[in-house]
């Protein structure tokens, strides 16, 4: 693979990213919950950051900014949401493309958690940086978008090939499983949360995870055959809605 990714924690429950073009040396930072650990890590590495890439406007997600690019220099890359809240140097949309050296990455509109969330996906190295739009077992909450719109997105990410790992931005399954068993209950589901609970045990990150594992055992994915509703935006929100009031 010509694209390492290095990943972090940071914040109470956040990771954070630092992915590296290993032909060109370029580096990128996938948001920027937090300056100092990723300025920190950075120069640990002795990987300079030359890009941000801002997956939205959440103060955990761009609030750093201002502070890795004043340490580094770097562009700051991001949607048009972005700039209302945060430093942005370039906009980008739906159908633009971002390189960090040689590694080529398509935006995806993934509005829902926020109106205009974008993902980043380099199809050359079978990865996506999804944000706080799909997470394993769960996906993010509807703080601007509509469940129609959400699940859209969701499925856009869902055509993707089985193989792309999905990097997103917070450690949520275990508490996103507990959910996902009360609405789901596949075998595939329920072997998968053994392996969830014993790697949460050992410290380990549950993340990434595969768009394949995902389309299995994902409850907000499989909406439409865990419900009775005929519109699977109506089944996806009917989900979402319990998750939303899930008190496990």
Known sequence: MALTVHQFPCLSDNYGYLIRDEA???????DTPEAEAIIREAESLGW??????NTHWHPDHAG???????????????????????PVDRIVADGDTVELGETRFEVLDTGGHTTGHVCYYAPGEATVFVGDTLFPLGCGR???????QMWASLSRLAALPEETMAYSAHEYTLSNGRFAVTVDSSAALAERMK?????????????PTTIGEERRTNPFLRAP??????????????????????KG
Request: with cysteine; glycine share 8%; net charge negative.
């Open 142 to 148: 509807l703080f601007e978008g509509t469940p129609r």
């Open 24 to 30: 060109s040396g370029k580096v990128a930072a996938i």
């Open 64 to 86: 750093g900014n201002e502070a890795v690019k004043a340490r580094f220099g770097c562009e700051l890359v991001g949607p048009e949401e972005v700039r209302a809240h945060f």
């Open 195 to 207: 392996r969830v609970e014993a790697a949460r045990e050992r410290g380990e990150p549950t993340v």
């Open 225 to 246: 055959l865990l419900s009775d509703r005929a519109d699977p935006a109506e089944a996806f929100a009917e989900i979402r809605a319990a998750k939303d009031n899930f």
């Open 48 to 53: 300079p950051i030359d890009y941000v890439f």
